[in-house]
């Protein structure tokens, strides 16, 4: 794929359209149609005649079928035929109007509503038509299966590249938050919300609680999405799932902590609950690397978080009264992303913080060198990955090894030397590890990972893997021999490594221009072979927007690149104090860095109420990470001999 491809999402104004729509244009697509006006204006998508013209006048070659109507089991119930017909009609048109186009790949977004009923758990694929589907959504599931089967049958009979994506029960922040409309998620999250405005005594959730459902975020959806634009050769049906399943019950106890609502929960159980178990096998989706980016919990807390902001803003609005539930779908589903660059940096802050507040107590077991000052390098760089690439540190890890999503609790048991850490506590802080989360390991020695980093980028390329490879390291580690050996081998292989050099003008004590003869870190890179870029002053904005682009290239194909981001260590080189009396650096250098601190910059853009809201939930997250850490066991005499291998 090219940034300049033509793409169409159809249903850009739905929950999982908009997420897609928000990850393509993160990704660099420029070529969007029908998201404007006029002649821009997305068709009529229950006309085939505006369909038909919409698809010749733009010649989309890649089209995301994500319209269509979707609701709960209420509104199943109540409206099953009109379900059915606005489905039918809505695809029909849109993939007999694809078909004569032949695109280059279309997908279309089925449901998990179109597995039998008594099907297998987990559901895969190979199920499908294999037994009767659940009563309270078989005239909707009906309808999906029978576009389902279309593609498969264009594919078959004209060889066009039609594809079904299954993907489990969708949610995410923005949602209309309709409790009579909505998937159970959103259902209950307006639940919740209303009932903890109104101080509600008790909650009614429908059912017994104990089916079983999985969820997936429409952002992580819409990372899935992009992968499957652009894999080399995906299954004709293929399902989309977190991996995270939980019974309503379960669900209902993580919104009842997440909303701190206090009132009694009340099952109705002469309402239906559905099919009792719906989990979906995605082991294809999850061989190619891909990962959620975030737990169910986490999206939870944004979703809700989202949900409540959104309510406040109509209340606060002075178009409320002529608000409704079609306005509140088309607003924005994310959080804007001064919130989620908020939120990741003050976390990181926060957090080594904490390590710097314990680290005089001896819980710590091992050294730390704190990022402190230089987190908006692995926020920016970080928050641009997929949640399916890989990052490669150097022994100061934390900022890009919580950026990327490794796990805090294991992080800090890890450096508290116990059983539950990363590396169950025989690591430290210099050799963190989260192979889920895509972080893949820090190293003691200078410019060790970078070799590594390469290794893998060469591993993903010859097993088809659509994965970009970030590598972090300071500029030290740009005078050790494998520096050059890197990056020449990454240009000459054309890897896709984005190189990112944390320039802090210091290696321990050292100050780089007493050191190296050549400076420019960048001009070096680019003399190997590779396009070369210095951001000088820390501008988080500018490094993010940079970082989609690259990411973005590189994943297509083009080569390595290479980042120099000069930032500043407020802290000594290693252990928790400043070091400003030391006598080879002055306090007065740092004015500057801790005057345009990213976090005081990014704090600058958001409310009160909402900085607020992200500190409370972190704050609540740090403490939990270390009285986790507290009271996890030591590992036992045996781990001595394992995990050896030399």
Known sequence: MHPDDCIY???????????????LKRAGFQRLVGLGQGNDAPPNLRDAASVNAFLQQHAPKYIIHAGGVSAGIQTNRTSPADMAAANLAIDLNLIQAARQLRPQRFIYLGSSCCYPVNAPQPLAPQSLWTGPLEPTSHAYASAKLSAMSLCQAIRQQDGCDFITAIPATVFGPGDHGDAQRSHVVSALLAKFRQACAESAPELEIWGTGAPVREFIAADDLADACLMLLSHPAPPDVVNLGSGEAVSIATLVEMLVEITGYQGRIVYDRSKPDGAPHKELDSSWLFSTAWRPSRSLRQWLEVAYTSLTEQAAAHETSPHTANSTVADAVTMPVDQPLDATLYRQLYRIRRVEEEIARVYPTDCIQSPVHLSIGQEAVSVAVCEALAASDVAFGSYRSHAYYLAKGGSLRG?????????????????GSMHLIDVAAGVMGASAVVGATLPQAVGYALGAVEQGRQQVVAVFFGEGATEEGVFAESLNFAALKKL????????????????????????????????????ARRFEEM?????????????????????????????????????????????Y??????????????LKVVAARLSDRVRREIETQVEEEINDAFAFAQRSDWPGPSELFTDLYA
């Open 585 to 598: 650096r002055p306090a007065a250098e740092a004015e500057p860095w801790m005057e345009r601190d990213a």
């Open 411 to 427: 992080m800090i048991a890890e450096l508290y030397g116990k059983a539950t850490g990363v590396a169950k506590g025989k690591a």
């Open 9 to 23: 999402v159809a249903g850009a104004d739905t929950l999982v359209g908009a997420a897609i729509v928000r990850r």
């Open 539 to 583: 501008d988080i904005y500018q490094l993010f927007a940079a970082s989609c682009e690259a990411v973005e290239t590189i994943r297509q194909g083009g080569g390595p690149q290479f980042f120099e981001c000069c930032c500043y260590r407020w802290m000594e080189h290693v252990g928790p104090q400043q070091d400003f009396g030391a006598g």
């Open 496 to 531: 896709p490594v984005l190189f990112v050099c944390e320039n802090n003008g210091y290696a321990i004590h050292s100050r780089q221009d007493a050191r190296q003869a050549l400076p420019d870190v960048t001009a070096r890179a680019a003399s190997l072979g590779m396009p």
